[in-house]
């Protein structure tokens, strides 16, 4: 696979296999300690450092280079997809540099992500975008220097940005969540708590937008008691659930943008004596969060497939290496209603499914 790949890479792209070795006899020593260490900053969270690299399957050196560069290197979705792209990568031949945004949100580390994979003369870059917009000319720029640019998770804006979006269908995971917490409520009005991600990220505005949708509501629709973003961590939805809660002890429904905004939610309602009383929605599909929803504590929730995304990204960096084949549009890699509380019209599968099929 080593050779065959070294052979294409001189092919059909030649001018980028001689642009990605002229750069790496340039850099070879930088990419090795200094970048590293440079960008460990990037890393955040309690994984800390900000990358790290892998061969081949047979333990040497692969003439393919593939970059991931995450939200973050802490949250568990973004763990397995990056511990699936290195198995994809070894699976491959190729090599993985992978680093990340030390924060949700943190849009200049992950611009200093991309400038340093293109300068150590990656093939292509894999990247769940921090902000929507606020990477697009740092992606301009890899793409110009021939470097194949994939979205994961989240799509850029506009999605062309970039060459391709392998990603779950957002806003249909978000109606299912919708309609799931509609079908539970049955004859009762919806008095709605909303708890966003991060403001300007298409995955936060996809679910939002699909959960309304599910749920038959407008942005204006006075059934909405409220909304607080969380940047999809528990700490902070726990707080955001507790002020809307005071605020509004009418809420029967919440809107959460991740598991851990979920569990969030969960703590404040029981921790005021209300969480029997509230109907929680939630999207990911990690093992913690199907087991929360086993365990009562979130209604239902749409499992993701990280794993596909990262080695369907990984495959086709590979394929553009041998022979230059780009992919193109907006690839959906599957969602899942996973709920012990089937309503009629939604397929859905229960939680023992969901353990032997969730990440994390």
């Known amino acids: 696979m080593l050779s065959s790949l070294t052979t294409a890479a001189a092919g059909p792209g030649s001018a980028r296999g001689h642009r990605r070795?002229?750069?790496?006899?340039?850099?070879?020593?930088?990419?090795?300690?200094?970048?590293?260490?440079?960008?460990?900053?990037c890393g955040g969270?309690?994984?800390?450092?900000?990358?790290?690299?892998?061969?081949?399957?047979t333990g040497g050196s692969s003439d393919v280079t593939v970059g991931l560069v995450t939200k973050t290197d802490s949250n568990p979705f973004f763990v397995r997809m990056r511990e699936a792209a290195q198995e994809a990568a070894d699976e491959n031949?190729?090599?993985?540099?992978?680093?990340?945004?030390?924060?949700?949100?943190?849009?200049?580390?992950?611009?200093?992500?991309?400038?340093?994979l293109v300068a150590q003369g990656v093939d292509g870059i894999l990247i769940t975008p921090n902000s929507s917009t606020g990477i697009l000319q740092a992606i301009a720029d890899a793409r110009a220097q021939g470097v194949l640019v994939i979205a994961l998770d989240t799509a850029t804006d506009p999605e062309d940005a970039v060459d391709a979006t392998f990603a779950t269908d957002n806003r249909e995971a978000g109606r299912l969540q919708g309609a799931w917490v509609k079908a539970a409520l049955?004859?009762?009005?919806?008095?709605?708590?909303?708890?966003?991600?991060?403001?300007?990220?298409?995955?936060?505005?996809?679910?939002?937008?699909?959960?309304?949708?599910?749920?038959?509501?407008?942005?204006?629709?006075?059934?909405?008691?409220?909304?607080e973003n969380t940047n999809g961590d528990q700490t902070k939805a726990q707080t955001a659930m507790e002020n809307l809660y005071s605020r509004n002890a009418e809420i029967n429904s919440v809107?959460?943008?991740?598991e851990p905004a979920a569990r969030g939610a969960y703590q404040a309602l029981s921790d005021a004596g209300a969480a029997d009383k509230v109907v929680i929605?939630?999207?990911?599909?990690?093992?913690?969060g199907v087991q929360a929803v086993k365990d009562g504590e979130i209604g239902a929730t749409v499992m993701q497939f990280p794993d596909k995304m990262a080695a369907d990204g990984v495959a086709a960096v590979v394929q553009y290496a041998q022979d230059g084949t780009k992919?193109?549009?907006?690839?959906?890699?599957?969602?899942?209603?996973?709920?012990?509380?089937?309503?009629?019209?939604?397929?859905?599968?229960?939680?023992?499914?969901g353990l032997e099929n969730c990440w994390g």
């Open 186 to 227: 049955g004859d009762t009005a919806p008095v709605l708590a909303m708890l966003d991600g991060t403001p300007g990220g298409t995955v936060d505005t996809f679910r939002h937008e699909g959960f309304l949708e599910g749920m038959g509501l407008t942005e204006d629709s006075p059934e909405i008691a409220g909304m």
């Open 327 to 353: 992919p193109s549009g907006f690839t959906d890699t599957g969602s899942q209603l996973i709920t012990d509380q089937p309503v009629e019209g939604l397929e859905s599968q229960d939680t023992a499914w």
């Open 21 to 41: 070795r002229t750069v790496r006899a340039a850099v070879a020593g930088l990419a090795a300690l200094g970048t590293a260490a440079t960008l460990a900053a």
């Open 281 to 288: 929605g939630s999207i990911d599909g990690s093992c913690d």
């Open 93 to 116: 031949g190729a090599q993985l540099v992978a680093l990340a945004g030390e924060f949700d949100g943190d849009n200049e580390g992950q611009v200093a992500a991309i400038e340093n």
């Open 255 to 258: 809107y959460t943008i991740n």
């Open 45 to 57: 969270g309690d994984a800390g450092g900000g990358g790290e690299t892998g061969g081949d399957a």
